[in-house]
């Protein structure tokens, strides 16, 4: 039963499937008839419309051609007419109204650009000469506009020469980074600027000489107040004396500071005025004129009249030529026009360090030539070592004397500042100057008729060399060996004065002391032996009161030690001597021979010796003398110590 009812509903729906489908082709048979009526109208319509689409393109067409030749048209009609129109305004150029100026302008250039285009039109041609003439004399009012402000901004603010050099002198790495100079206002450097970028757009290039030509002048007037001269003459420096050196070099340092600062400003105004590589160029050509002339007053102070002080001048001005070479570098550097100035001034650092190796080089010889007649009577410190040892004593207070006197480092070779390759060749000068003027001196010694006061000449001389070093640390060069050694030299000159002026007496008292030189026994003969001994010490002593009085030992502690050798020598002996014979009558006239009593002798030694002041024994008795008064006891002198010359500044 239930096979039987499937099966029937299955039948069912298939005889409904295939009434469906019948029904279906019909319906498309149908739709393809009238599609294809409808395709056989569509053909014949096209036919019909195909003319009237062809016409209206051709007019669409043409009414695009006439409305571009009519906007062309239009175009030239007013690039044409724009000159003429753009006269009138412009010819009171931009001083009455430059925003106005520079629109009409703006105008003018475009319709010339457009006329340069269009030159084949006839119309255009002449239309582009009146253009070219109405944009030439613009120009010209924008040059003569901006030249005025640039003059007129330029004068009214100059600053002065102390704030110059105090920013030169105070300042100067801060000014060579940010400009310190205020030399054109806000309000003109913005005016400035944009007639500028008119004239350089539209390549009118006069105006960079208009600006060369103004700032310029400014960069000269401000070095002027500092002391430039551009027409400085070099044979004026061939008759300079050393005071006007040294003071033409102060100004050329000051100038060479200040031109930092000056440069720095100028390269901000440069950049803010004109464009790149145009404002490197107006830099450039603004401050070369100045450097150039400083650098060459700088080659002809360097290369004048040769004289030792001279040297002082050229590690002055390489000092600061040193200083302000990185701040230039920094200024100038990767400036292609600026790279020949840097060149320059390292040049002419090589030049000056050359010149003052060959002024130190004739100084050294002429140490060991000096032949000059000047001789201290008195046996002082000679001119000549005094002015060496002071030459020597100012020469190393420049902190750059051993790079530019002795590093090869300094004349282009190799060696670095202050290498121990510099240190040797600065000792060895310095020992070499030492030892000329030393056999100098041993020669000038030679002209005193006594050889005492030749030996007080060289020792006062050699102290005066060990002291100057001992005080001065830069010319610690030498060392300590050579300082013990000369100290050792001034107790050899010591020893010998010592022995020439006070070895007789001193021995004709020891003789007497040890019985060398006996007592007679006859009283006849004792009383004159007695005589005689006190005659000769009081003729001795008188001679060297006379002439001694008036030598001079200028270092007070050497002065000190000469004397206590002197008195540690002879006062005991002479005590002892004057002690044993006082109290004998071996005359009627005891002031006769009992002249000078050992505190006499002490005072008269410790005081009057060696100051320079000649005296006579009148002067003395004038200060009365304690002849009378018990006599001291002789100086204690420590008996530690190797050698009987001592004092405090030895080392």
Known sequence: MASNAAAKSLGDQATQLESSLGSYNKLCSEAVGVLNALDKRLQKMAKLTAPIYQRASVLTWAEEKIEQTKTATDELLMHLEAPQKVEAAMKHGPQRDLETFLKHLTTLQAALDYLDQHSQLQAAQQAVAHANRVHARAMADCEADFASTLTQASSAIMPSASLLVKQASEHLAESAENPALTMIPAGPLGRLQRLAGVMHQ??????????????????????????????????????????????????????????????????????????????????????SRVLKLLVQQGRDISEARRQPHKVFVLLEMSKHLEEVLPLLEGLLGGKERCGQFLSDLRSLNVVMAKAAR?????????????????????????????????????????????????SAHS?????????????????????????????????????????????????????????????????????????????????????????????????????????EDPEPRDPTKWH???????????????????????????????????????????????????????GQDFTTNRSKYLRYSPGDVEVMVDTDFFEGRQMTLTQVSKRQLATTSSAPSAPSVSGSSTSKWSWSGKG
Not at 363 to 375: L, M, N, T, Y
Request: proline share 3%; charged share 20%.
């Open 202 to 287: 539209a390549r009118h290039m006069s105006c960079l000489d208009a600006y060369l030509q103004v700032r310029s002048k400014a960069v000269e007037q401000m070095m002027r107040l500092v002391g430039f001269e551009p027409a400085a003459s070099t044979a004026m420096l061939q008759t300079q004396s050393q005071e006007q050196l040294e003071r033409t070099m102060q100004s050329w340092t000051t100038q060479l500071r200040v031109l930092v600062v000056v440069a720095c400003s100028e390269l901000h105004i440069a950049k803010s005025i004109w464009e790149p590589p145009t404002d490197e160029a107006m830099f450039s050509d603004t401050i």
């Open 358 to 406: 060959s002024i130190f080089s004739d100084f050294e010889q002429s140490i060991g030539r000096d032949a000059s007649k000047v001789q201290t009577v008195d046996g002082t410190v000679h001119p000549l070592c005094a002015q060496t040892l002071g030459y020597l004593r100012r020469l190393f207070s420049y902190p750059n004397v051993v790079n530019v006197l002795f």
């Open 411 to 515: 004349v282009g070779g190799g060696g670095g500042p202050g290498s121990g390759e510099a240190l040797t060749a600065m000792s060895s000068a310095v020992e070499g100057v030492l030892e000329s003027l030393l056999h100098n001196l041993q020669a000038k010694s030679k002209v005193y008729k006594s050889p005492a006061l030749a030996a007080l000449f060289l020792m006062n001389n050699v102290q005066y060399m060990v002291k100057t070093f001992e005080a001065a640390e830069q010319l610690a060069v030498l060392g300590r060996e050579w300082v013990e050694a000369h100290h050792h030299v001034v107790e050899q000159y010591g020893d010998q004065y010592h022995e020439l002026s006070w070895g007789p007496i001193i021995k004709g008292l020891q003789r007497v002391e040890s019985g």
């Open 528 to 582: 004159t032996w007695v005589k005689s001994k006190f005659k000769s010490f009081n003729s001795a002593l008188e001679a060297l009161y006379a002439m001694q009085t008036g030598w001079s030992i200028p270092d007070t502690k050497l002065k000190a030690a000469v004397r206590q050798v002197v008195l540690q020598d002879l006062l005991p002996l002479y005590e002892r001597f004057y002690t044993r014979f006082q």
